[in-house]
């Protein structure tokens, strides 16, 4: 068999697309053999090499080890043919990898995320204005911003170009949106009107959404930019309670609760406070409030903890409410839904059924208690 048959042989695993678009990891170890069969008799076959590296860097690895093998082909190929955007943006991608998975110190990682940066640009000089290659090098600068405080303001802004840029060439990237969403966040300024941009990061959030519904944290940035976007009505003197609510809901379709979630929890639960404190008592603040308990004690279960104090704080809340608003459907109605979500279904319907009572026709309430009642006898 010759080089050319193997090389064959690997381009055709690794054009066989299977869960999420790309390859299987037997199709890409199958394309790794295939390719070191191939520079066993030609270590300097720059096809076999980038073929190699590219499968390596697919293939996920949680120490480094294979991006750093997928660098070492790619810093060959570059060698052997300068001008290749392929051998860049592979040596660029496997850096970024390193990046994400290996232990580095802090000084490491800027110093790894630097030649990132300098792989994308080296590679956008040879395919000026290529999408793809425009968004990794703002992900990477993205990245060091975090890192590099001092520098934190020009690396957001060179991100946020090379964001603008490929969304205008490529606009139904999700992965793309989200990360402008989140750049502009980043970015708000410490004083001065902050509306416009949160809106923007929020019309980003939401056109991502559609495109990559299950990302993790998508609904939880959204959550805390809501908030605060629904914080800075309030200030100026504009009914927000359905950003508040939209916001609690949002947080509450996370599933991926990790820091982002955590942060984002706490950010739209200060908020609640401070509104606690300036409409107290208030009728449309109370079932947020009993929302955002709800979430919180599904986010304890989550994490293993024991959930009944948030559980009981959102029902005090209701009951609080009925008792300053005897008369009121909705307090009933909300009563009734924090009965059901902590798992009194039956005592729910009944608070529900005394809602249509007093308002015949509350909007989605007899479809509610229909579909709680299936549900428990199911």
């Known amino acids: 068999m010759n080089d050319n048959d193997a090389l064959d042989r690997a381009r055709d695993h690794l054009s066989r697309p299977a869960d999420g678009g790309i390859p299987s ?8 053999a295939a390719c070191t069969e191939a520079l066993r008799r030609n270590p300097d076959d720059v096809r076999a090499l980038l073929d190699r590296g590219t499968a390596l860097v697919i293939l996920p690895s949680m120490d480094g080890r294979r991006a750093r093998q997928a660098e070492s082909d790619f810093d060959r190929a570059i060698q052997l043919e300068p001008g290749s955007p392929l051998a860049w943006g592979g040596r660029a991608a496997a850096r970024f990898d390193r990046s994400k998975v290996e232990d580095l110190s802090g000084r490491k990682r800027i110093e790894l995320l630097r030649t990132v940066v300098d792989d994308w640009s080296e590679c956008l000089r040879i395919l000026p204005g290529e999408p ?15 890192l590099v405080p001092e520098d934190r303001s020009a690396l957001l802004g060179r991100a946020m170009e090379d964001l603008d840029r ?4 490529l606009p139904v990237n999700g992965d793309v949106l989200v990360l402008r969403g989140t750049v502009r966040l980043a970015r708000l300024p410490a004083s001065g ?28 940035r959204m959550a805390a930019a809501r908030a605060q976007a629904g914080a800075l009505r309030f200030q100026r003197g504009k009914e927000a309670w359905g950003d508040f609510s939209r916001a ?11 820091p982002v979630f955590e942060d984002a929890l706490d950010e739209i639960s200060g908020l609640l406070a401070s509104l606690s404190e300036s409409h107290p008592g208030h009728p449309r603040l109370t079932p ?14 989550a994490r293993g903890q024991d959930p009944r104090a948030e559980l009981a704080a959102a029902l005090r809340l209701c009951e609080d409410t009925l008792r300053l608003h005897p008369h009121d459907a909705g307090a009933y109605a909300n009563y009734g839904q924090a009965l059901a979500a902590a798992g009194r279904v039956e005592e729910g319907c009944r608070e529900l059924e005394e809602a249509l009572r007093i308002q015949p026709g509350l909007p989605g309430i007899r ?6 009642r299936k549900n428990r006898r199911d």
């Open 193 to 220: 009107d902050l509306l416009p941009a949160l809106e923007a990061s929020l019309a980003d959030y939401e056109r991502a959404l559609p495109l990559n519904p299950l990302r993790g944290n998508l609904h939880a």
């Open 248 to 258: 609690v809901r949002e947080i509450d379709s996370e599933h991926e609760h990790g």
């Open 132 to 146: 793809h290659n425009l968004s990794a090098r703002a992900f990477a600068l993205h990245d060091l911003a975090l």
């Open 367 to 372: 479809e509610l208690i229909d579909r709680l």
């Open 288 to 301: 947020i409030l009993s929302a955002l308990h709800f979430a919180r004690a599904r986010a304890a279960e």
């Open 25 to 32: 990891k037997r199709d890409l170890r199958a394309a790794i």
């Open 166 to 169: 490929s969304l205008a060439l």
